[in-house]
């Protein structure tokens, strides 16, 4: 089992310039989520999905855009990349539950934009 | 606001001593506590906690929630250097669309 799988692990852009962080889970999870993770700061929610077709906004999602149309796949799109958003990337799915369920995280996207 | 509160934010121990790490919650709609050890990379499960009093125990960790108290413990016994790590804890709030919210961890050093 490949788990979650995140693409690329490196990248460095330039300010404005747009890309995609691909993320791909192999358990039929319905949720998927997507964290930065700062200094300090510890995980924060950018985006989320209970399921395909269904995505909502966490705690800082301003400069990201999401899409779910599959099961499998979550990939974040960075739109305008700004400095404020070179940060440590982490996708991570979890099966639906009542009380909360181990959610699985990928190895992680640093993400410099200069 | 929801928050999940760590404390202490960074630790140094030596190797053999035993250590508390603390984890405060205010989450609306609270559903369980989890905790997490990242090392290097991405955070790696080790505890859900969803009922009062009743501790989880792996080998030389072992943790507990208390709902009344909002508040959840993990303990490492007989510390080693692979236990060198950054520790979160994060709150599930549940409803249709639950969620985490994490703390922003205790990053624990264990010197030989």
């Known amino acids: 089992n490949a788990g979650v799988t995140q693409t690329p692990k490196f990248q460095v852009l330039k300010t404005g310039q747009s890309m995609t962080l691909q993320c791909a889970q192999d358990m039929n999870h319905e949720y998927m989520s997507w964290y930065r993770q700062d200094p300090g700061m510890g995980l924060r929610l950018i985006h989320y999905s209970v399921g395909a077709g269904i995505t909502d906004q966490g705690e800082v999602p301003n400069g990201y855009n999401v899409s779910r149309s599959t099961t499998e796949d979550f990939p974040l799109r960075l739109l305008s990349a700004a400095p404020s958003q070179t940060s440590v990337y982490f996708c991570?799915?979890?099966?639906?539950?009542?009380?909360?369920?181990?959610?699985?995280f990928g190895q992680g996207t640093r993400l410099t934009v200069v | 606001e929801d928050k999940v509160v760590q404390s202490p934010l960074s630790l140094v121990v030596h190797e053999g001593d035993t250590v508390t790490l603390n984890c405060s919650y205010e989450?609306?709609?609270?559903?369980?506590l989890l905790w997490y050890k990242q090392e290097k990379k991405a955070p790696t499960f080790l505890f859900m906690l969803?009922?009062?009093?009743i501790e989880k125990k792996s080998g030389r960790l072992s943790s507990i929630l208390d709902k009344k108290e909002l508040f959840s413990i993990l303990n490492i016994t007989a510390t080693q250097t692979g236990d060198s790590a950054v520790y979160l804890c994060?709150?599930?709030?549940?409803?249709?669309?639950?969620?985490?919210?994490f703390g922003k961890g205790t990053k624990l050093s264990v010197k030989p």
């Open positions: 994060a709150g599930y709030y549940g409803g249709s669309q639950g969620n985490l919210i």
């Open positions: 969803t009922s009062s009093g």
């Open positions: 991570a799915s979890s099966r639906r539950g009542i009380s909360g369920t181990e959610a699985f």
């Open positions: 989450v609306t709609n609270f559903r369980s």
